[in-house]
């Protein structure tokens, strides 16, 4: 089967950690994650790209809105 976003539905009150967050298909689960309310930590090797991916999302997550 396809994979699908839609059953994660809400995420409100749930925290995440996401390996691989800066880049890739973690940076897309994180996103997803943090649209559906979700707090999301990147758990990451490299601190200044996780600090760049941290606020390209806040970015995405902003123009969301």
């Not at 749930?14 to 999301?40: E, M, P, S």
């Not at 758990?43 to 997550?61: H, I, P, Q, T």
Request: positive net charge; aromatic residues 4%; contains cysteine.
């Amino acid at each position: 089967p396809r994979f699908s976003a839609a059953p994660l539905g809400l995420c409100i009150r749930k925290v995440c950690i996401v390996t691989g967050g800066n880049a890739g298909i973690g940076f897309a689960t994180a996103q997803q994650l943090a649209k559906r309310g979700a707090h999301v930590v990147l758990a990451c090797r490299d601190m200044r790209r996780a600090n760049e991916a941290a606020k390209v999302s806040m970015l995405w997550l902003c123009a969301m809105q």
